[in-house]
Every structure is written in structure tokens, then in C-alpha cells.
């Protein structure tokens, strides 16, 4: 359950992150989404441990 969480956090803030530098170009997009990405699976896997574990 840890895992599906934490990779749902993941591909929202992965979305956010590609919504956010798509503004600027291709490259930043990628990055943004990248970065953003990992920023969520830690936090989603936080989440977790501090709420259902």
C-alpha cells in the first residue's frame, strides 16, 4: 500500500511539475517533471508512515 501511494503522489506532482514547465519549453518540462516527481514520491511515502502505518 506504501508503494501505490507513494507513486500516485508521484505521477500528480510529476503532472504538476510537466503542467508547470511546459510553460517554458520542452527540456524545462522534463526537468520540472522529474524533480517534482521524486519531490511527491518522498512526501507520499511520508505521508504514509506518519498516517496509516
Known sequence: MRTIIG???????GSAGW???ERVGLITAVVMSGLAGGVGLYY???W???NLK
Open 7 to 13: 507513486w500516485l503522489a508521484a505521477t500528480a506532482f
Open 19 to 21: 503542467w508547470l514547465g
Open 48 to 50: 504514509f508512515d506518519q
Open 44 to 46: 507520499g511515502y511520508r
